[in-house]
């Protein structure tokens, strides 16, 4: 047991948080419990801790040592799972590469990480091929096919497929203790403004990040939620936050894991039918998607579990999820935050006064999760009442944030004025301790003197029969400063069709009833055939904004 | 946000893992619950943490500082709630004392601990009295009065009542933050050999329990255990081993708690009709010794989940608790390990045949808990075989063992040989991952070549209707080494007395359908009105071997 990093014995006692910790206990309890690749590949836990010892005597054969980073673009599979495990277990890092981003960015975040080995699924590599010689770094490929085959004729100059790696590696390796703070992986951001920023976490913040999210999901309030008896898929991309930790909390959990590939509506409702998904987690985007499409109405869906995060779930959504007897409720991070703050939680003795109440209950931002010190203050770092009525920016420390951005050291700096992570979300606490987000800093929209909270009206909005989807911006004003827009898309199917006039006077009514004031009535609706979205689908209001401008 | 020990300002991003740090979620969601003493005590977390404040500003006052040890004699209780909070929020360290020890005993753990103040409860003033004058370190006494009067006259000098030194002191306590391996509690295991041996657990050890365990106990198999919803009442002193740690557990989940002062049966069952209680845990004795009690007959005891540590839970107890509607289950940790490392759970899959095999399931030792490293070995540390038959010893890591005993070098080094905590403890591991503890290493009973399991044996004979106790120890035999000898205590309200060899041929039966080998029967079967036990009411079986001899 030697320590590889301050090149010293350690005592008999230490245990440091080592990621390869969290395999302990599904080992005992659940070696021949099931992992599957898209219905195809199936293998057990067991044989996940062999194709681990595999990969990384693969790894170190191809020159990864302590420090090394490993960037892989795979889809949501079995394999990146064992990447999740063995990189950072043998001391390297795992960079998870946002493949929804330019090729030009894709090869901006693995230069600026230092990626040395590439692990390619073969759909990729059209992008790889066409900024190969921008990477700097890179001195490994490896390919990745989901038949398995040998490493494709490519110009890409490949070392070894995947399969043939593990194939021709022992399984035996002896995963040494390390410094819990070494760095295990990174990522990179995708802001609406600037270049990706890379974010990182240690062992040390993902081991309690996996722990304090298994006991904060295992709530039992609305729902069983995350437990030992669930199948759980992700429909987050394990490149995102790594799959907002999920991955890592349903091994310790010892759960029957799904991993569906690319996210193809038709593909993910066989999934969940066959594979008796209970649960998942994404963006609105995702789950609206997936309502929407024809296989959902043959499929039951009354026994899954759903976290939406990143951004509001919007009331007419989870409705519609709810619906169908989907369990949707909230959770609030971002990459910077490991991800998970908060969970949309109902109080135990809470009981909802009717659906609209449920509803409002599984939409709020939630409640913090253990060990979350989660403030809102003013901008000289008061805290503000929680009376459910002031708004401050949520400023928050926790066991799993990121240290900073990397090699950014001012925007660092920046992230972490005052001693806590700034998230630049806007938001209440209500004297239950409920967090509800009104807006993001740079979207909020002043009005006449007054905070306009947009991620209100859209959910207003969203209740509308025939609304699909919606955004609300800030315009200028020459009178009042800012007036919100919206932008509406419609459902194809909707029972009735509806006029720009008639959102308007949709959300009228709430104003004339008093739940919002004059000022959150839309001063122009318009509606347009698609939403500006982000590369992991979340709304890009910069663009609308510039755009409406 | 100073490092208070190390003199240098640590990173904006650095998140200690700090006892403090505990309260954070239920301040926010759980402000207004209750905690309860005896029925006739009742306050709020938020008075609870005003109360936290202001102990700490009193024991400032009173010269307690970083490092100092503040010891405490009391009954389980809010004061001893605040005193786990305060003590090592301050930087102190909170010496839980074993007040079932003897007094001579009492004053050689409070001098070995060093501790410079000491909390005393009026009902220990004789205690304290008799052993004022060999108290190395104590320098300030504080008296701890149900009735919450000024500190008694009396010959011992104290400063203050625990209540008016709260009055007296202001609620605002800037707690700092610190190392967080800096030492929080310290105890003394109550062994049956030599003199007590003091443990001590650090802020970051504590915490990992505390997260860990909560994450563990809300496993949904075979009822909820420990949730949000639930109503907490520990029957495991608070001073031994933290009450398991369960208080940390239950703020965190910001339930109601219910602390029962001294443990009298009648008073626990008032306390757990008129304040609902649903979650507690005990050794086997109190469960005992409730299940015996004329109120337990009055009360519904169905909505009761009982954790039994300490000891095996034998299948006679554990039907007759589930005959009452009690949802009992076994853990298994010692004061060393913190204590948690398993719990009996059912896999989300099983479908216990019968009664009998659900007992089974029940009473086995359990799977470990998150984070736990757990193997059983043989004398030259390799691992024995997961085949629910081969025995080795449990040893374990995990990040909350402690460190060593206090000022015990030699015996520090023996407990952590090679690596791992040796527990003393003999089991075996089915291919499910069940371990199944059978005998303490000094108990094992070595018969005709063969191990055999004391603990199976006193199970087996607990189901005997007339049985309330057993104890089987081994006793000296010239031709097979040892062989094993059954004291027995009898129910006084049995339906039918049972004699010696009533008690034999119980076992026999056993013997001849296979279940447990011929060696195994007891040679001798004694009838006796009570068992020798430890302060802390577990099996002495070495002073049984000595008497029996």
Redesign the interface.
Same mark, same amino acid.
């Given at each position: 047991?030697q320590d590889q990093v301050m090149g010293m014995t350690p *005592?008999? %006692?230490a %245990?440091p948080?080592l990621i390869k910790?969290?395999l302990?206990?599904p080992l005992?309890?659940?070696?021949d419990q099931e992992i599957v690749y898209r219905g195809k590949h199936r293998q057990t836990y067991a044989t996940l801790r062999e194709r681990i010892g595999r990969l990384a005597n693969g790894l170190s054969r191809l020159g990864t040592a302590h420090g090394t980073t490993v960037a892989v673009m795979d889809w949501d599979s079995h394999r990146y799972l064992e990447c999740y495990f063995a990189v950072p277990m043998m001391g390297a890092v795992l960079q998870t590469v946002n493949v929804r981003l330019s090729p030009e960015e894709i090869a901006y975040t693995i230069n600026h990480a230092g990626a040395e080995v590439l692990f390619v699924h073969t759909d990729f590599l059209p992008v790889v091929e066409s900024i190969r010689d921008k990477l700097e770094t890179v001195r490994v490929f490896v390919s990745i096919d989901d038949e398995g085959g040998a490493a494709p004729a490519h110009s890409i100059p490949f070392c070894a497929d995947y399969e043939t790696l593990l194939a021709a590696s022992p399984v035996e390796y002896d995963f040494p203790d390390f410094d819990e703070n070494t760095r295990a992986t990174t990522f990179y951001t995708t802001g609406t403004t600037g270049l990706p920023k890379g974010v990182y976490f240690s062992h040390r913040q993902l081991?309690?990040h996996t722990?304090?999210l298994?006991?904060a999901l295992?709530?039992?309030?609305a729902g069983?939620r995350f437990?030992?008896?669930d199948v759980y898929m992700p429909l987050t991309p394990m490149f995102h936050v790594h799959a907002w930790g999920m991955p890592y909390v349903a091994t310790?959990l010892g759960v029957k894991q799904v991993y569906p590939g690319r996210y193809a509506p038709e593909q993910i409702m066989r999934l969940v039918r066959d594979e008796g998904v209970t649960f998942s987690h994404c963006v609105g985007t995702i789950l609206h998607m997936l309502l929407g499409c024809a296989e959902a109405k043959t499929v039951d869906l009354s026994h899954w579990k759903m976290v939406i995060g990143g951004g509001a779930l919007p009331h007419g959504l989870a409705r519609a999820a709810l619906d169908r007897g989907i369990d949707v409720f909230s959770g609030y991070g971002m990459s910077e935050t490991g991800p998970v703050l908060t969970l949309a939680?109902l *109080?135990?003795?809470a009981t909802p006064g009717d659906t609209d109440d449920e509803v409002r209950l599984r939409c709020k931002t939630g409640?913090?999760?253990?060990?979350?010190?989660?403030r809102i203050v003013d901008p000289n770092m008061d805290d503000v009442p929680h009376d459910g009525k002031a708004c401050g920016e949520i400023v928050v420390? *926790?066991?799993w944030?990121?240290?900073?951005y990397l090699k950014h050291p001012q925007a660092s700096e920046q992230l972490?004025?005052?001693? %806590?992570?700034h998230t630049q979300d806007i938001a209440n606490?209500d004297p239950?301790? %409920?967090v509800q987000i009104t807006d993001r800093i740079k979207d909020v929209i002043k009005s006449g003197g007054e905070w306009v909270s947009s991620l209100e009206i859209e959910s207003l909005i969203s209740t509308h029969p025939a609304v699909a989807e919606v955004a609300v911006i800030g315009i200028k004003d020459e009178k009042w400063g800012e007036r919100p827009a919206a932008l509406v898309v419609l459902k194809p199917d909707a029972a009735a069709p509806a006029s720009e006039d008639d959102i308007k006077r949709h959300v009228l009514a709430y104003s004339e009833s008093g739940r919002i004031s004059k000022y959150a009535v839309p001063q122009v609706v318009r509606i347009v055939s698609a939403l500006e979205k982000t590369s992991i689908g979340k709304l890009n209001k910069k663009l609308m904004r510039e755009q409406f401008a």
């Open positions: 047991m *005592a008999a %006692y %245990y948080l910790q969290l302990n206990t005992a309890h659940a070696a081991v309690l722990i304090t298994m006991a295992a709530s039992p309030e069983q437990h030992r008896g310790v939680q *109080a135990p003795n409640v913090p999760v253990p060990l979350v010190d989660l420390r *926790a066991p944030l990121t240290q900073g972490w004025e005052g001693g %806590y992570l606490i239950d301790g %409920y």
